[in-house]
């Protein structure tokens, strides 16, 4: 069970492999039909890829956890079919009060290791 205490700054929690297949774009473009037709994948994926490799990837945990910010830096956004690699790690924690936060950062490449994309998140860690 991954707990506040059991992350450390700067502790390499794994890395996932995503294909942006059709079934992705799919589920993306019945929500957002105004993204179809790009020659790379909708900005708003880099949530999709960074969540699939944190609910991947940090299993088990409380449930509970808040999602508190995300922001993202983007050098180049994959193409459709595109398989991507996300590394998470943990940025840090702090303790406010009673709450628990801790900072995911992750850094999306290529298959080729091309840097695409990095993103933070902070959030408010479940007991």
């Not at 037709?37 to 949530?47: E, F, Q, R």
């Not at 944190?54 to 922001?71: C, E, F, I, M």
Request: hydrophobic share 40%; glycine share 10%; aromatic share 10%.
């Amino acid at each position: 069970m991954y707990l506040y205490e059991t992350f450390e700054p700067g502790q390499m929690i794994g890395e996932r492999a995503l294909t942006l297949d059709s079934a992705i774009l799919e589920r993306w473009f019945e929500m957002f039909p105004q993204d179809r037709g790009g020659s790379c994948v909708p900005a708003g994926l880099t949530a999709v890829v960074f969540i699939r490799a944190y609910s991947d990837l940090l299993q088990p945990r409380p449930p509970g956890n808040v999602h508190g910010a995300q922001t993202f830096e983007v050098r180049r956004l994959p193409r459709p079919g595109e398989t991507v690699v996300t590394s998470l790690s943990c940025a840090g924690k702090e303790l406010r009060g009673e709450r628990r936060w801790v900072r995911f950062a992750s850094e999306t490449r290529s298959q080729a290791g091309d840097h695409l994309f990095s993103g933070l998140m902070k959030t408010l860690w479940a007991r």
